[in-house]
């Protein structure tokens, strides 16, 4: 015998008052009130909270909705830590590489951070409207930093900014002064300044001076040493015969000088033979020696101090012999001796 399909519908209904229980929904659009009944043939999303499944919320605007948390903080974070090695394509902050500046966007759009093509971010100091005159309408310029350009001259105050200029300028201790620029036989006129040589005279700085040509000129100095003598002396003395071993007594020595001040400015030495030579000043009698020298047979001596300030005595003026001395030793053990002796004196 054939199999026999059949087929019976079913309703639900209430049994106690055989009304419709349930429907089956069409679910073709959003919205569907909640407590609609009926068969609902569909795949509601469900979420389990630990315990229990409950509905996956959301609204008609924004769609699904999901909770950040109390804060609604989203920590988004690499796998490489700061000063680690760059692996693992860790997510990195960057822009748009390029070498010319990304075009305008309209306001309020999304603009990418510029960067050169080694990594480095471009900035372009601008106003809001990107304008050169936008910027200094934004006062964004800046001219503070150096002193305006002034016309120089003398007696300049020391700038408390950086000075604008390069003219070759020098400190009068007081005030700055341009310096002068001259060529041979140039006036230097009243209030001209300058670089130039200069000496102390022991408490102020003087300036060093030439002649006409050029040439250095130097001023001798009264008590200098070299300026000429008001009554320059000059005494040949001599001594014949000097026995080997002896030493002279008054054969050499100056004229008496008693109540004089005299400076020995010199004395030329010889002798025939090898001899000792002791220079004295004698005041009434009584020598004190200057310096003692020796020379060779035949060897001449020209003796001057190291300033005649070392040598300039004032003698008394008594009845003993008041002048300078030389007392000559023959050193030859067997032969007489001539000694020579010039005496410069001067007053």
Request: charged share 15%.
């Amino acid at each position: 015998m054939a199999d026999v399909s059949v087929q019976t519908p079913i309703k639900i209904v209430d049994p106690t008052t055989d009304t419709l229980e349930a429907a089956v929904l069409a679910l073709s659009a959003d919205n569907v009130v909640a407590t609609t009944e009926g068969l609902v043939v569909a795949a509601f999303p469900y979420w389990f909270d630990g315990a229990t499944w409950d509905r996956a919320l959301g609204d008609a605007t924004d769609g699904l909705l999901v909770n950040l948390g109390g804060n609604n903080d989203v920590t988004v974070q690499g796998s490489v830590a700061h000063d680690d090695i760059d692996a693992d394509n860790p997510i990195l902050i960057g822009g748009h590489a390029n070498v010319a500046a990304p075009a305008s966007v309209a306001e309020n759009d999304i603009a990418r951070a510029w960067f050169n093509l080694n990594g480095a971010q471009m900035m372009t100091l601008t106003a809001t409207d990107g304008t050169i005159a936008g910027v200094t309408a934004a006062g964004l310029n800046v001219d503070t930093e150096l002193a305006a350009a002034l016309a120089l001259g003398d007696a300049v105050a020391n700038p408390t900014t950086a000075p604008v200029g390069a003219f070759l300028m020098g400190y009068d201790g007081t005030d700055w002064q341009r310096i002068w620029g001259l060529i041979d036989g140039d006036t230097v006129a009243a209030g001209m300044t300058g670089f130039g040589m200069s000496g102390s005279d022991g408490a102020n700085d003087q300036l060093i001076t030439t002649d006409a040509s050029g040439h250095l000129q130097v001023d001798v100095l009264t008590g200098g040493g070299s300026d000429t003598p008001a009554t320059p002396v000059v005494l040949d003395t001599t001594i014949a015969a000097l026995a080997a071993g002896v030493e002279s007594t008054t054969e050499l020595r100056t004229a008496e000088e008693g109540g004089n001040t005299v400076a020995l400015a010199g004395i030329d030495l010889a002798s025939s033979v090898a001899a000792r030579w002791e220079i004295t000043q004698v005041d009434n009698d009584v020598s004190a020696i200057i310096t003692i020298l020796f020379t060779q047979s035949g060897q001449s001596l020209l003796w001057r101090p190291p300033h005649r300030a070392y040598t300039t005595v004032t003698f008394g003026a008594t009845g003993g012999f008041d002048g300078f001395q030389v007392l000559g030793t023959n050193m030859d053990t067997s032969e007489a001796a001539d000694l020579y002796a010039t005496f410069y004196t001067e007053d």
